[in-house]
């Protein structure tokens, strides 16, 4: 199992473009989030979801959309980047019953 | 609210030395709670939580809910042991996908 997979590993914006962060799993997990790292702020939860097709926000939801047509991926969408979004970016994902997370690689993203 | 503090954003000691990595909790519930470990260039992995009561790779946490507190122990730290360090939290009746995490502790273990 490759476990839980990021693309792209690094990423540089200028303001105001969009992109799409992806993040997929192979370990059929019902759970997946998006966290966001910045220092001396730890990690804080972006959006989630329970399942495919069921979205819901987290702590920081501004400025990211998610959906989750499948199972095995949750893209993170930035619409519009701000300097602001500047973070390493962490998808997890974690089966229904169970409390661990597993955590992809990161994403370190900086808009300029 | 939940809430986790991680009172020191870094901790540096001597190899062999008595490591404490601290983490208080603010929850009116029953919480469950998690430490997980980024080592360098590596992703962010389950430690341990206080459910299993378990001791990984030496490391030990009890939860004291009169203290509200989960702190990490460890009583011989090993150069390898020097990594980011996050205590988490997930409220009673919460999924496992709400954790709420401390701002980490950055531990480094000298030769």
């Known amino acids: 199992n490759a476990g839980v997979t990021q693309t792209p590993k690094f990423q540089v914006l200028k303001t105001g473009q969009s992109m799409t962060l992806q993040c997929a799993q192979d370990m059929n997990h019902e759970y997946m989030s998006w966290y966001r790292q910045d220092p001396g702020m730890g990690l804080r939860l972006i959006h989630y979801?329970?399942?495919?097709?069921?979205?819901d926000q987290g702590e920081v939801p501004n400025g990211y959309n998610v959906s989750r047509s499948t199972t095995e991926d949750f893209p993170l969408r930035l619409l519009s980047a701000a300097p602001s979004q500047t973070s390493v970016y962490f998808c997890?994902?974690?089966?229904?019953?169970?409390?661990?997370?597993?955590f992809g690689p990161g994403t370190r993203l900086t808009v300029l | 609210a939940q809430r986790v503090t991680q009172p020191e954003k870094l901790l540096s000691v001597f190899k062999g030395a008595p490591v404490e990595l601290k983490c208080n909790y603010s929850?009116?519930?029953?919480?469950?709670l998690f430490w997980y470990v980024q080592y360098s260039r590596q992703r962010l992995q389950l430690l341990l939580r206080h459910i299993s009561r378990e001791s990984i790779k030496g490391f030990t946490a009890d939860l004291n809910k009169g203290e509200t507190s989960f702190h990490l122990k460890k009583p011989f730290a090993q150069e390898e042991d020097s990594a980011m360090y996050y205590c988490?939290?997930?409220?009673?009746?919460?999924?496992?996908?709400?954790?709420?995490f401390g701002k980490g502790t950055l531990l480094t273990v000298n030769p």
């Open positions: 997890a994902s974690s089966r229904s019953g169970t409390n661990e997370q597993f």
């Open positions: 979801s329970v399942g495919a097709g069921i979205t």
């Open positions: 988490a939290l997930k409220g009673s009746g919460g999924s496992n996908y709400k954790l709420t």
């Open positions: 929850y009116s519930g029953s919480p469950e």
